[in-house]
């Protein structure tokens, strides 16, 4: 049995610690020094009518951090699946996740490459569709007043299907089911 490439490797350790990196919020240090390079660039794209579209650029391993610490705590995440695509230069990974709360589970892709020293230099995060999606949003004081709202109306939990949302609590989040007021 032959070993596994060590770029390989790299590129299933980076998946990994990106998952790990979600699923602890962006608030474990050491997590986040394995998975990010410093100047990591994670694009997001968008679903429904921003589907294939970068709706957010985040710049820098503190705003990804940031970022992911704004996910509320009910939130599982899980690595599904990883390839590598051996036919970029340099190889690249292709990881699906499947993400979860109360009330919605989804997921979708990302594809990332790594920096010399094996952490992630750049990441599109691309979510799989949404059936219920109402519209991507890019107004985050609009996003605050939905999920701040929904909070009122549940007793502090983020908001969840009966809120027609999908229950991720983010100020940037994408997902806003909510109607408005």
Do not use: K
């Not at 992911?68 to 990883?82: H, Q, R, S, V």
């Not at 919605?104 to 599109?124: M, N, V, W, Y």
């Not at 219920?132 to 996003?143: C, I, K, V």
């Amino acid at each position: 049995m032959s070993a596994t490439p060590p770029r390989q490797d790299a590129l299933r350790q980076a998946a990994e610690a990106w998952i790990q990196l979600l699923a602890t919020f962006g608030g474990d240090a050491a997590v986040a020094a394995r998975a990010l390079a410093p100047g990591v660039v994670v694009e997001r794209y968008g679903f429904g009518a921003a589907a294939g579209e970068v709706v957010e650029v985040l710049e820098g391993a503190g705003r990804v951090v940031r970022w992911a610490g704004l996910t509320n705590p009910i939130t599982e995440f899980e690595l599904t699946a990883l390839e590598i695509d051996a036919a970029a230069s340099p190889p690249q990974g292709v990881g699906r996740y499947a993400v979860r709360v109360p009330g919605f589970e989804g997921g979708g892709l990302f594809r990332f490459d790594l920096d010399d020293e094996g952490r992630i230099a750049h990441l599109a995060h691309m979510p799989d569709d949404l059936d219920d999606a109402l519209e991507e949003t890019r107004d985050h004081e609009r996003w605050r007043h939905i999920v701040d709202r929904a909070r009122r109306r549940t007793g502090g939990l983020a908001p969840t299907a009966t809120d027609r949302s999908c229950g991720l609590d983010r100020e940037h989040d994408h997902h806003d089911h909510a109607e408005d007021p």
